[in-house]
C-alpha cells in the first residue's frame, strides 16, 4: 500500500491516484486525500460542543474491574481489584481508576449499555457510528462502502475545520483485530458518506523521539521555497488532466493541491502537530506512552479545530482489552493505567484551558467482558451489559446512569443501546434527532438510530 492510501487508511481509486500524482511532483507525503476535506458548514444550531475526542477501547473492556465493580458478588465474579470511592458521594469504581475517581463530577458514566452482538468488528461498527453493521454478529465482514459513517466523518462532513487542517483525524491506527477473518473494524471510516469524508490517518508512535506525522514530511529533504516554485510545474500537467478535470472532483484538484501545499508549508498547521512543543510537564501528566500521547496530540489538534480526534487504543501486540486470558495483570499493568492517566489529565488540561465546557469526550469499548471468570484468569466478551462514559460539553458531570443486576450481567434498570449513547453524542455536537444525510446517490439517511439519554445532558 502506497504512503498515499497508508496517511488515510483507504484504497483510493485508479483515478484519485492518477491525479495524486501531481502532488508528487511537488514532493508531497500526501495523499490526493486533501479532497476529504472539502466539507460544508452546515454544523446544527443547539449543542454546545464545538469539537469531540472519541477513546475507543478497542478489544471491549471488563466493566465489573473498571466502572461497575461488583464487592458484593462472589469472588469468580468479582476478581482481584477493589471498589474505591469518588469524587461523588456514593459512586465507585474500581481501584484501577484512581484519576476518573477523583473527576467523577466531571464525568457521566452509563452502567446499563447493552446489545447481543459478541463480534468485535460488527459490534465496534455499532459503536463508532451508532448504526447496526451491514453485517451483524460477525468478526468476518470487512470494513465496505455499505457501512454506515463514523461518527467523525459526520461531524467532518457537517463542521469546516481551520484551512489546511482535516475535518476528521484517527491515531494512532486502524482498529485489527489478528483473529478476526475480516481483519479491520467496519465503522471507522465515512462508508456510504464517501472517501472525501474519511479520516486522516496518524500513524505510529507519538511518544518516540523525533516521531513526525509521514505525510507532513517533505520529501527529500525539499525546501519550502523549492515546493512553492514547483507549484508552476503543475499548470503542465493541465492538458493531460483535462479528462479528470471535466469531473467535479477534478475541477477541484487545483484546489486540493493548493490546501497540499499550505498544509505542507504552513506553520500553524504543523505547529498543530508537533507535539516535542508541549511541555515536559504536560507530556508526564499524560503519560509517556503511546496512548498518552496520542490523547496529548488529540488535545492539540482538537484545540486548534479540528472537529473530531478519534483516538483507538493502539496495537499493544497482546490483543488490546480483549482479555480473554490473564485479564487482572493485563488490566492491571498495561491497560488502566495509561488510559486511566490520560483521560484524568485531559479533563485536567481542557479545563485549564477553558476548553472543557466546549469538548464532548466519548470513553467506551464495543462491548463488556463476562462476570464469570474462565479458566485462564479471563473473561469472555459481553455484550449484554457494560459501561461507558461521557463528559465534557454538554454532559452533566457526577452522573450516574442506568445499572446492571448483582453479576453484571443485564442491565437492571435504565437500558441504554449503542445507538441511545451514539444520539446523545450527537445531541451535544448539535446535530438533531431529524438529521439526515445523503449518501453518494443522493438516498438520504438518518443519523440517529437512537434517543439521547437525557437524564446525562445538563438542562
Known amino acids: 500500500m502506497s504512503m498515499l492510501n497508508q496517511q488515510f487508511g483507504t484504497a483510493l481509486p485508479r483515478r484519485s491516484l492518477l491525479q495524486a500524482g501531481a502532488c508528487s511532483l511537488l514532493g508531497l507525503g500526501l495523499p ?14 443547539f449543542g454546545s460542543a464545538k469539537r469531540c475526542i472519541f477513546i475507543f477501547l478497542w478489544g471491549g473492556p471488563s466493566h465489573i474491574d473498571t466502572l461497575d465493580p461488583k464487592p458484593e458478588a462472589p469472588t469468580d465474579i468479582r476478581g482481584s481489584f477493589s471498589p474505591i470511592n469518588t ?12 484519576n476518573i475517581a477523583q473527576r467523577m463530577h466531571d464525568v457521566a458514566v452509563i452502567r446499563s449499555l447493552n446489545h447481543t452482538d459478541p463480534a468485535h468488528l ?16 460477525s468478526d468476518a465482514e470487512p470494513p465496505s462502502e455499505r457501512d454506515a459513517p463514523h461518527i467523525g466523518s459526520v461531524v467532518a462532513r457537517l463542521r469546516s475545520a481551520p484551512r489546511g487542517l482535516p475535518g476528521f483525524v484517527t491515531m494512532p491506527w486502524i482498529a485489527y483485530h489478528p483473529a478476526a477473518p475480516g481483519g479491520q473494524a467496519p465503522g471507522q471510516r465515512a462508508g456510504w458518506l464517501g472517501h472525501n469524508y474519511d479520516p486522516m490517518l496518524v500513524e505510529g508512535d507519538p511518544s518516540q523521539n523525533q516521531w513526525r506525522v509521514p505525510a507532513l514530511q517533505l ?7 523549492r515546493l512553492s516554485s514547483r507549484m508552476q510545474l503543475l499548470t503542465d500537467l493541465d492538458a ?58 488529540a488535545r492539540r489538534l482538537s484545540e486548534r479545530g479540528v472537529p473530531l480526534v478519534c483516538v483507538n487504543w493502539h496495537n499493544d501486540g497482546q490483543n488490546f482489552w480483549d482479555t480473554h486470558g490473564n485479564n487482572f495483570n493485563r488490566l492491571k499493568n498495561d491497560l488502566c493505567p495509561p488510559s486511566d492517566q490520560a483521560l484524568g489529565a485531559l479533563i485536567d488540561d481542557l479545563k485549564s484551558r477553558g476548553l472543557f465546557e466546549e469538548t464532548a469526550i466519548a470513553w467506551v469499548g464495543e462491548f463488556g467482558r463476562s462476570p464469570k471468570i474462565n479458566g485462564s484468569a479471563g473473561r ?23 445499572t446492571s443486576d448483582s453479576q453484571g450481567a443485564y442491565p437492571a434498570s435504565d437500558p441504554v443501546s449503542q445507538h441511545d449513547y451514539m444520539a446523545t453524542l ?34
Open 87 to 98: 469524587s461523588v458521594p456514593g459512586v465507585q469504581v474500581s481501584e484501577l481508576l484512581p
Open 32 to 45: 490526493q486525500l486533501l479532497s476529504h476535506q472539502a466539507v460544508a458548514s452546515a454544523g446544527g444550531s
Open 240 to 297: 493531460q488532466r483535462a479528462a479528470l478535470n471535466a469531473s467535479a472532483s477534478g475541477l477541484a484538484l487545483n484546489g486540493f493541491q493548493q490546501q497540499a501545499t499550505e498544509l505542507l508549508t504552513s506553520p500553524r498547521v504543523r505547529e498543530a502537530f508537533s507535539i516535542d512543543q508541549e511541555t515536559e510537564e504536560t507530556r508526564n501528566r499524560y503519560g509517556r506512552n503511546i496512548h498518552g500521547q496520542c490523547v496529548l496530540l
Open 219 to 225: 520529501q527529500d529533504a525539499l525546501s519550502a521555497e
Open 426 to 459: 450527537l445531541h451535544v455536537l448539535g446535530v438533531s434527532a431529524e438529521a439526515t444525510l445523503a449518501d453518494r446517490e443522493d438516498r438520504p439517511h438518518r443519523l440517529y438510530a437512537g434517543n439521547a439519554v437525557r437524564d446525562i445532558l445538563r438542562a
Open 122 to 137: 460488527s459490534s465496534a461498527h455499532a459503536a463508532l457510528t451508532g448504526q447496526l453493521a451491514p453485517v451483524p454478529r
Open 380 to 402: 469472555e466478551h459481553h455484550p449484554f451489559c457494560f459501561s461507558g462514559l461521557l463528559a465534557g460539553a454538554g454532559i452533566r458531570g457526577g452522573s450516574v446512569f442506568g
